[in-house]
C-alpha cells in the first residue's frame, strides 16, 4: 500500500502541467498576433506566416495580383515584401520553435516509473521515495522554469516582429532609391540630347569653318562625359530595382514589376514628430527584448524586490540647461526618462549569476541611450532634408526657369547663340538632377525617423547579403 501510494504521488506531482500556458503555446501560430499588431502600428502592413503548400501557393496568387505588370507604390512593395520573403519566414518559423519549448516545459516531465521485483522491498521503497522526492524538486521548479519560459517566447515574438519592422523598412528604402535612380536616369537622359544637339551643330560648323577643332573637341566630349553618366545612371537603377525584387521575395520568377519615374512630391511639413526621443523609448522593440532579458535573468537567479529604479542616463525630469544667452531654460528632451530596475545581488552566491545581471542591466541601459541618439539624428536628418529640398523647389529651380526664360527671348531677338542656349538649359536639367536627388535624400531621412521610433535595423538577415547581388 506504501509503495502504491508513493507511485501515486510521484505520477500526481510529475503531471502539474500548467493549462493555460499550454494551451496558448500549443496553437499552430501561437504568438503571431502579436507580430501583425506590432507591424500594422510600426509600418502600416500586415505580414502572413504560410505553414502548408496551399497556403503557400494561395499567398503566391495574392502576390502575384498585387504586382504582376503593375506599377507598384512603397507600400505595396512593403506589404509584398513582409508576406513573401523567404528569411522572414524563417523568422517565424523561430517563433513557432520557441513555441514548442515554452509548451513543452509547461507540459513537465513525462511521468515514468520502473521498479524491478527482484529487490528487496526496503529497497524498492527507498527507490519509490527517491522518485517522489525528486518529482516534488520537479514541480517546485515548474513555475519557475515554466515563467522564464513565457518571457523567452515573448523575447522571440519581439525578435519576430524586429526583423518584420527591419524588413519593411528595407524594402521602404530600397524602394525610394529605385525610384530615385530612374528618375535621375531620365533627367540624364534629357540632358545627353541637349549635348547631342549642340555636338552635331559643332559637327555642322566645322566643316563649314565657323568653329574651330578645339570647340568642336569641347563639345563632343561633353556629350561623350554625359553618355557615360547616362549608361551608369540606368545600371544604378537596374541594379537598385534588382535588390527591390529581391527584397519582396520576387527573385527569379515570372512576375513583371514596374516602379514608378519619380518620386512623389515634396511634403509642405517633414513628417516626423518633435517628441521623438519619447516615441523612441516607449516604441523600440530592442528595449522591450532587453528588459525582458532583464527580468529572465532576475527569475532565474530568484532575485526578487526591486531595490529602486534609475534611469539609462543621468537626467532628471525638467533638467534646467543653461541657454545661450546666460539664462536658464528647460529641454523637453531631457525630460524623457527610461527605468531600469535595479534587484539586490548582495545575496547572490553564484558570481556567474551577478556577472550575467550587471551585463543584462547595462546592455539594456546602452541600448536607451543609442535609442536617444538615433531618434535625435533621424529627427535632426529629416528637418534637414527637408528643408533642402524645399530650398531646391522653391529658390533654385525658379531661378533656373527664370534663365532658360530669358536666355530664349535673347536667343530669339539674336542677341545669344545656340550654344549659349543649349548650355543655359544645360546648367538648368542640372540643377533638376540636384533638386531630384535631395527630394530623394528627404524621403530617405523620413524612413530613418520610423526605424528611429521602432528600431527597424538594416540589413537584417531576413534581407539577406547585398554582396550577393553586387
Known amino acids: 500500500m506504501k509503495a502504491v501510494?508513493?507511485?501515486?504521488?510521484?505520477?500526481?506531482?510529475s503531471?502539474?502541467?500548467?493549462?493555460?500556458?499550454?494551451?496558448?503555446?500549443?496553437?499552430?501560430?501561437?504568438?503571431?498576433?502579436?507580430?501583425?499588431?506590432?507591424?500594422?502600428?510600426?509600418?502600416?502592413?500586415?505580414?502572413?506566416?504560410?505553414?502548408?503548400?496551399?497556403?503557400?501557393?494561395?499567398?503566391?496568387?495574392?502576390?502575384?495580383?498585387?504586382?504582376?505588370?503593375?506599377?507598384?507604390?512603397?507600400?505595396?512593395?512593403?506589404?509584398?515584401?513582409?508576406?513573401?520573403?523567404?528569411?522572414?519566414?524563417?523568422?517565424?518559423?523561430?517563433?513557432?520553435?520557441?513555441?514548442?519549448?515554452?509548451?513543452?516545459?509547461?507540459?513537465?516531465?513525462?511521468?515514468?516509473?520502473?521498479?524491478?521485483?527482484?529487490?528487496?522491498?526496503?529497497?524498492?521503497?527507498?527507490?519509490?521515495?527517491?522518485?517522489?522526492?525528486?518529482?516534488?524538486?520537479?514541480?517546485?521548479?515548474?513555475?519557475?522554469?515554466?515563467?522564464?519560459?513565457?518571457?523567452?517566447?515573448?523575447?522571440?515574438?519581439?525578435?519576430?516582429l524586429s526583423?518584420?519592422?527591419?524588413?519593411?523598412i528595407?524594402?521602404?528604402?530600397?524602394?525610394?532609391?529605385?525610384?530615385?535612380?530612374?528618375?535621375?536616369?531620365?533627367l540624364i537622359a534629357?540632358?545627353?540630347?541637349?549635348?547631342?544637339?549642340?555636338?552635331?551643330?559643332?559637327?555642322?560648323?566645322?566643316?563649314?569653318?565657323?568653329?574651330?577643332?578645339?570647340?568642336?573637341?569641347?563639345?563632343?566630349?561633353?556629350?561623350?562625359?554625359?553618355?557615360?553618366?547616362?549608361?551608369?545612371?540606368?545600371?544604378?537603377?537596374?541594379?537598385?530595382?534588382?535588390?527591390?525584387?529581391?527584397?519582396?521575395g520576387l527573385f527569379g520568377s515570372p512576375i513583371e514589376v514596374f516602379v514608378p519615374d519619380a518620386l512623389p512630391s515634396l511634403p509642405s511639413q517633414p513628417r516626423a514628430s518633435a517628441d521623438i526621443e519619447r516615441l523612441a523609448l516607449a516604441n523600440r522593440v530592442d528595449l522591450a527584448v532587453g528588459k525582458l532579458e532583464l527580468e529572465a535573468v532576475a527569475r532565474e537567479y530568484r532575485l526578487t524586490g526591486k531595490t529602486r529604479m534609475i534611469s539609462d542616463v543621468s537626467l532628471a525630469a525638467g533638467l534646467e540647461a543653461e541657454g545661450s544667452n546666460g539664462s536658464t531654460e528647460v529641454n523637453p528632451a531631457l525630460s524623457v526618462d527610461f527605468e531600469i530596475p535595479l534587484y539586490d545581488t548582495g545575496r547572490l552566491s553564484s558570481k556567474r549569476g551577478q556577472m550575467n545581471y550587471l551585463r543584462a542591466a547595462n546592455s539594456v541601459a546602452q541600448q536607451a541611450i543609442n535609442a536617444r541618439a538615433e531618434a535625435r539624428m533621424a529627427y535632426k536628418s529629416v528637418t534637414g532634408r527637408h528643408a533642402v529640398a524645399r530650398h531646391w523647389r522653391d529658390v533654385v529651380l525658379p531661378l533656373r526657369r527664370t534663365i532658360d526664360e530669358e536666355s530664349l527671348k535673347s536667343y530669339s531677338g539674336m542677341i545669344t547663340s545656340t550654344f549659349e542656349l543649349l548650355e543655359d538649359a544645360r546648367d538648368g536639367l542640372e540643377a533638376q538632377i540636384g533638386a531630384a536627388e535631395a527630394k530623394r535624400d528627404y524621403w530617405l531621412a523620413e524612413t530613418e525617423v520610423t526605424a528611429a521610433i521602432w528600431g527597424g535595423t538594416a540589413g537584417a538577415g531576413a534581407g539577406g547579403n547585398e554582396e550577393d547581388m553586387e
Open 5 to 13: 501510494l508513493i507511485i501515486g504521488t510521484a505520477l500526481l506531482l
Open 15 to 160: 503531471a502539474c502541467a500548467q493549462t493555460s500556458v499550454v494551451q496558448m503555446a500549443s496553437k499552430e501560430r501561437a504568438g503571431f498576433d502579436t507580430v501583425q499588431a506590432g507591424a500594422s502600428r510600426a509600418v502600416g502592413a500586415s505580414p502572413e506566416w504560410a505553414l502548408s503548400a496551399g497556403e503557400i501557393e494561395a499567398l503566391d496568387r495574392r502576390v502575384h495580383g498585387l504586382v504582376h505588370k503593375k506599377t507598384i507604390n512603397a507600400d505595396t512593395a512593403v506589404q509584398v515584401a513582409i508576406m513573401n520573403n523567404r528569411g522572414l519566414q524563417a523568422s517565424f518559423a523561430d517563433l513557432g520553435l520557441s513555441s514548442t519549448d515554452l509548451w513543452e516545459v509547461a507540459m513537465g516531465p513525462i511521468p515514468s516509473v520502473s521498479v524491478s521485483v527482484s529487490g528487496l522491498a526496503g529497497d524498492v521503497t527507498r527507490a519509490l521515495e527517491a522518485l517522489v522526492m525528486k518529482s516534488v524538486l520537479d514541480a517546485a521548479n515548474q513555475r519557475p522554469r515554466t515563467e522564464i519560459a513565457q518571457i523567452r517566447f515573448q523575447q522571440a515574438q519581439l525578435e519576430a
Open 163 to 168: 526583423e518584420t519592422i527591419a524588413l519593411a
Open 170 to 186: 528595407e524594402t521602404r528604402r530600397a524602394w525610394i532609391e529605385a525610384v530615385g535612380a530612374f528618375e535621375k536616369a531620365a
Open 190 to 248: 534629357e540632358a545627353q540630347n541637349t549635348a547631342d544637339s549642340a555636338s552635331e551643330l559643332a559637327s555642322q560648323l566645322g566643316r563649314t569653318g565657323f568653329m574651330s577643332k578645339a570647340d568642336q573637341a569641347r563639345e563632343h566630349a561633353l556629350t561623350a562625359v554625359l553618355a557615360v553618366e547616362r549608361s551608369e545612371a540606368r545600371l544604378e537603377a537596374q541594379l537598385a530595382k534588382e535588390r527591390l525584387i529581391r527584397l519582396m
